[in-house]
Nanobody
Framework: QVQLVESGGGLVQAGGSLRLSCAAS????????MGWYRQAPGQQRELVAT???????NYADSVKGRFTISRDNAKRTVYLQMNSLKPEDTAVYYC??????????????WGQGTQVTVSS
């Protein structure tokens, strides 16, 4: 009933920038917090950033000052602007929604993931 679709991943040199987008679709009535997670090869998935409907944000220490999360509630889309990228940012990035209310129930969906590769 709900789907999150990410876009914007790719290959970039260290110091460069990328912007990720994640759009929610379905018969959605409301979405609570949305966020971005990432998983590097051989590593556990970790939280990158979250944002509430009111715009309150939270960031992992490793990305503070470099990444900015934002959302467009009308478009039901969350963004992650990534600046000053480092090779250690290389990972598959996943979009997540804490609570998505639909006419069919409550969901905590994940996107399919988008690859971000930062070269030295």
């Amino acid at each position: 009933q709900v789907q999150l679709v990410e876009s914007g991943g790719g290959l970039v040199q260290a110091g460069g920038s990328l912007r990720l987008s994640c759009a929610a679709s379905g018969s959605i009535l409301a979405i609570n917090a949305m966020g971005w997670y990432r998983q590097a090869p051989g590593q556990q998935r970790e939280l990158v950033a979250t944002i509430t409907p009111g715009g309150s944000t939270n960031y992992a220490d490793s990305v503070k000052g470099r990444f900015t999360i934002s959302r467009d509630n009308a478009k039901r889309t969350v963004y992650l602007q990534m600046n000053s990228l480092k090779p250690e940012d290389t990972a598959v990035y996943y979009c997540n929604a804490d609570r998505v209310l639909t006419i069919g129930g409550m969901y905590n969906p994940w996107g399919q993931g988008t690859q971000v590769t930062v070269s030295s």
